[in-house]
């Protein structure tokens, strides 16, 4: 017995170099589905137009775009976003509406709105007041007769320091030229269309708030299509839907011409793992209505940056997006989804997703959970059944023993290594070698610092369960040993997509895609089918098993760029606090245990794995670690140049005057210094040096929530931010104190003072009025014993918000977007009769009132400017004024 299954082993054992097969073909099916997101249709130019005069025209829609470009940043409240992107848009309207079909009606108009509501961001409390922000609204008639209507929205409006070419200007030339084709048509939409171009999306999400709750055609809405971009380039991504309507989802199946959905993303989306926001949830909290929302993903490292502009982008990226808007504006208004979209509701929400922009499937929650069952049973019992039909069902313990703890156990404890390993070595990068964040500017040491050695680990562990727990005498011969070890894999994964399911994630179909891949494996007789005697028979086996396997790396290698492209940018700017390698250490573990599982197995049929693919995984490893840690490779970030795209690493500098005032309204005691918000994990250091070189004085860098003013002002007397996120502050002297002539200044206009009936409590009514039209935002934190209980921003009070246990207040963030009148604030006070009665009166309430100046360099003074220009050219600097105002009332 012995010698028969040595002859065994030796007749399936490969040649040690056989393992580089393996590599090489996950090489290439990780290439292949990298460039698949990057493949984009040729833009049409205007050579097209004739040709095609009712298709999206990619060059038309670029030559809006770089218009818009042109006018640089775009913040809310500046004059390039209230007065000349307005002007470049209204223009284009006006072009418009003089060449549509004499059928068509288009009217334009012009919303300045202002109102306020209460939201929870990203576990912040706040109230978001606006004042006089535009939206530009065109609405194109459908048939008569036929209600509801479908709206399309994107936002004109940018960050300071970025001309926002793909975040949003992008979208809203797309929507131009989708707008532009459509009004050429002889024949009317059956359903009317409502295009929103909003101009308040970034302070966050006020401008739609204000159309979806006032625009007398709001009411008409019956699902919007939302476009967005937290990358520059490249498809874009289906990221969320609904909710409750999967009829959206089942028309962008079958409109959509280059799909690029998966629910996973709405999953992370809508988990908060992601630092950002869209007007989807406007929509969809304040109007009610379904809808789909798109963003660009991909080269996230340019998003809210000076590079997310037309040079960065390419005009194959437009006709990406319009051509698949365009097809699915055109089903949705002209069929009766829109009549559906009344009818359907509550219905459950829609699994989706796409192979490469090859094709696109959707499922419902219960036909996705059936699929993931019956994926799993039938996966099992053809695994099982492959085997026992070969050594006969009195060996099923045996068979059982190979595929529990050979197959589900190694691949159990491979996982857990491979995790563990992996948050070791981040732990080190960070700490010993300070080169956390190696992988920001280098994406393939990502693979070789984190996806390597997690292979390691996993081949290693499969390999010495081998050599450990083998038994010498077994009726399975090596081959049917390894096919069985496959199904312990199968298991493995099973349980997970089912444990999945029975939680509710719809992500779960990562999983039973997979699986579904690798069913007809076992059916194969061996799980390398080159051996068989039958030449012919030998060929085909070959090339199916080829193809299975292709197939699964091609969908497992796809979701470790996209999350690689999602959440390697976010590093940069995430915070300070936590390194952010953990986290890319644990994702590309998953994920390299996603890609290769079903190749750990086969790991046993190679002469000297430790001399072959073991070795070679760990000395491309070991490689890497020396150009992360001693190379410039390791080095975070890249400048712009002709040779290489930037990598930058943001920093926000706030040159900030603090002003404490008395009770007359008169400055009684200010100072000033530089306010530096910490984005990413090298920030402190970055700023530190700048600061050295400049011959400035270490013991002058605090931190806020360290000094002393936090013992008695409201979050240590700057603004909110300061102390939510880790900050610096670097005080100046008075010689470079920024100049006060323009601020938000508050002013008490009355005081009434009422007593209970019960006389058990006094109540206070404070009148404030707010002079200024500038950004700002606004801390009221009562006194002890003190209770905000009404006032007239919202109809009922926020939670406060929140830091710690030492510092509440109610936060309110207000934007301005053409100049307007006075907002006045009234607060309703109550305190105890007992405290009102003391001798010693004492106030009742402290208010911060923070004025933010961006784009503001004409009032720079000449120090600030001079520190700015000495960062290095990696540094994205975004540079403002703010004027902190304390008062106690």
């Not at 079903?598 to 070795?615: A, C, D, E, K, Q």
């Not at 010693?840 to 001079?866: C, G, M």
Request: charged content about 15%.
């Amino acid at each position: 017995m012995k010698s028969r299954q040595k002859t065994a082993s030796n007749l399936h054992l490969w040649p040690w170099y056989g393992s580089w097969g393996i590599l090489v073909l996950l090489a290439l099916c990780g290439t292949a589905s990298y460039f698949s997101f990057f493949h984009l249709p040729p833009a049409l130019t205007d050579g097209d137009l004739g040709r095609l005069p009712y298709a999206f025209n990619g060059a038309r829609a670029w030559n809006t775009l770089v218009g818009l470009d042109a006018l640089g940043p775009k913040p809310v409240g500046s004059v390039a976003n209230e007065v000349g992107a307005v002007k470049l848009l209204e223009r284009e309207f006006t072009l418009i509406n003089a060449t549509k079909h004499a059928v068509q009606e288009v009217l334009y108009e012009k919303q300045i709105t202002s109102g306020a509501y209460c939201i929870n961001f990203f576990g912040s409390s706040m109230t978001s007041v606006y004042r006089n922000v535009q939206n530009l609204i065109v609405r194109m008639a459908g048939q008569e007769g036929v209600d509801g209507a479908l709206m399309l929205n994107c936002h004109f409006d940018s960050v300071a320091s970025s001309p926002g070419a793909s975040d949003d200007c992008g979208s809203c030339a797309v929507m131009l030229e989708i707008l532009r084709v459509l009004s050429r048509g002889s024949e009317r939409p059956r359903h009317p269309i409502v295009f929103l171009f909003n101009g308040a999306e970034e302070t966050p999400l006020q401008a739609s708030h204000g159309f979806i709750t006032q625009h007398r055609w709001a009411k008409e809405i019956r699902a919007f299509l939302n476009l967005e971009s937290v990358g520059s380039g490249g498809k874009e991504l289906l990221f969320q839907s609904g909710p409750q309507h999967p009829w959206l989802v089942e028309a962008y199946a079958r409109a959509v011409r280059h799909p690029f959905a998966h629910a996973i993303g709405e999953e992370i989306f809508q988990s908060g793992f992601i630092p950002s926001d869209t007007d989807f949830r406007i929509f969809r909290d304040f109007g009610h209505i379904p809808g789909l929302d798109f963003a660009h993903i991909f080269n996230g490292f340019r998003y809210h940056t000076r590079y997310d502009s037309v040079e960065y982008l390419l005009p194959a990226v437009l006709q990406n997006t319009g051509d698949n808007v365009l097809s699915l504006v055109r089903l949705i208004t002209g069929g009766d989804y829109l009549e559906r979209s009344v009818q359907e509701r509550a219905v459950g929400k829609s699994v989706f997703f796409d192979f490469l922009g090859l094709f696109f499937v959707t499922w419902s929650e219960k036909e996705a959970a059936i699929m993931n069952v019956l994926v799993a049973i039938l996966g099992l019992m053809v695994g099982y059944w492959a085997t026992l039909r070969n050594v006969g069902s009195q060996h099923w313990r045996a068979v059982a023993r190979e595929s529990l703890l050979h197959g589900f156990c190694a691949t159990l404890v491979g996982a857990g290594a491979a995790v563990g390993f992996n948050l070791v070595i981040a732990f080190l990068l960070d700490h010993f070698f300070q080169r956390s964040m190696a992988w920001f500017s280098t994406y393939t040491l990502t693979i070789g610092l984190y996806c390597l050695p997690a292979m390691v680990l996993l081949f290693i562990a499969h390999r010495e369960f081998h050599r450990l727990f083998q038994r010498k005498e077994t009726p399975l011969p090596l081959s049917l040993a390894v096919k069985t070890r496959l199904t312990g894999v199968y298991l493995f994964w099973s349980v997970i997509m089912i444990g999945a399911t029975i939680a509710g994630l719809r992500s779960a179909y990562v999983i039973s895609v997979l699986l579904a891949c690798m069913v007809l494996v076992p059916l194969i007789s061996e799980p390398y089918p080159w051996h068989l005697k039958s030449k012919i028979a030998s060929i085909v086996l070959s090339g199916i098993w080829v193809f299975l396997h292709t197939v699964a790396l091609l969908w497992t290698t796809q979701f470790f760029h996209i999350f690689a492209n999602i959440f390697i940018p976010i590093a940069g700017r995430s915070g300070a606090n936590d390194n952010p390698d953990l986290l890319i250490a644990t994702v590309t573990a998953v994920c390299s245990l996603l890609v290769c599982s079903f190749m750990l197995p086969l790991v046993n049929l190679l002469r000297n794995p430790y001399r072959s693919i073991i070795g070679t995984l760990l000395a491309l490893f070991l490689i890497s670690v020396l150009l992360a840690i001693a190379s410039p490779l390791g080095f975070p970030y890249r400048q712009a140049t002709p040779q290489q795209l930037p990598k930058v690493q943001r920093i926000l500098a706030q040159h900030t005057l603090r002003q404490w005032y008395d009770s007359n309204g008169t400055v009684r005691a200010d100072d000033a210094g530089y306010l530096f918000r910490l984005w990413d994990r090298h920030n402190e250091a970055t700023i530190r040096e700048v600061i050295a070189s400049n011959g400035g004085d270490a013991g002058s860098i605090y931190k806020p929530s360290q000094m002393g003013e936090c013992a008695t002002e409201v979050f240590c007397g700057f603004p909110a931010s300061a102390v939510r996120f880790s900050s610096l502050w670097y005080a100046q002297p008075k010689s470079n104190h920024p100049e006060a002539v323009e601020m938000v200044k508050l002013s008490l206009e009355s005081r009434n003072k009422t007593t209970a009936k019960d006389g058990s409590a006094v109540n206070s009514r404070l009148v404030f009025n707010l002079a200024g039209s500038y950004q700002s935002s606004i801390l009221v934190r009562p006194r002890r014993n003190v209770t905000l209980v009404a006032w007239n921003l919202t109809p009922q009070l926020p939670r406060q918000l929140s830091v710690g246990e030492d510092h509440r207040a109610y936060y309110v963030l207000i934007t301005h977007g053409l100049p307007g009148q006075l907002l006045q604030l009234i607060l309703d006070l109550e305190q105890s009769a007992t405290d009102a009665s003391s001798a010693v009166q004492t106030p009742l309430v402290d208010i911060s009132v923070t004025s933010n100046f961006w784009e503001y360099h004409e009032h720079f003074r000449p120090a600030f400017s001079k520190f700015i220009k000495s960062f290095p050219h990696w540094a994205h600097v975004v540079p403002s004024v703010s004027i902190v105002n304390l008062y106690s009332f």
